[in-house]
């Protein structure tokens, strides 16, 4: 599996963003889905993660309310809408695909990580 994330720019706060991930590969359907992020000189932390068959979310709390991520198999996309966004939701944000069928928020279980898109959110 191939991801691409996208979607990233600069954002005043209070603001939103759609992020996208398109995935390449017949068996994206099969996988949980995950966002993460990475700001600058912080370690990478789980933002939200989807289930492949039953859409199961699952969202890291500083980001519960605000955050929404979704999925179109169909076309190989996983999205995060992300409102009301903050300074602090200033990093680097990647997909990534799990194969696990655990639903993790730990990065350790996801195989396969797109590029990176980043968001800028300025106070």
């Known amino acids: 599996v191939q991801l691409q994330a996208s979607g990233g720019g600069l954002v005043q706060a209070g603001g939103s963003l759609r992020l996208s991930c398109a995935a390449s590969?017949?068996?994206?359907?099969?996988?949980?889905m995950g966002w993460f992020r990475q700001a600058p000189g912080k370690e990478r932390e789980f933002v939200a993660a989807i289930s492949w068959s039953r859409g199961i979310t699952y969202y890291a709390d500083s980001v519960k309310g605000r955050f929404t991520i979704s999925r179109d198999n169909a076309k190989n996309t996983v999205y995060l809408q992300m409102n009301s966004l903050k300074p602090e939701d200033t990093a680097v944000y990647y997909c990534?695909?799990?194969?696990?069928?655990?639903?993790?928020?730990?990065?350790?279980?996801?195989?396969?990580w797109g590029q990176g898109t980043l968001v800028t959110v300025s106070s």
């Open positions: 590969g017949r068996t994206f359907s099969t996988y949980d």
């Open positions: 990534a695909a799990d194969g696990s069928g655990y639903l993790s928020p730990r990065d350790s279980e996801y195989d396969y």
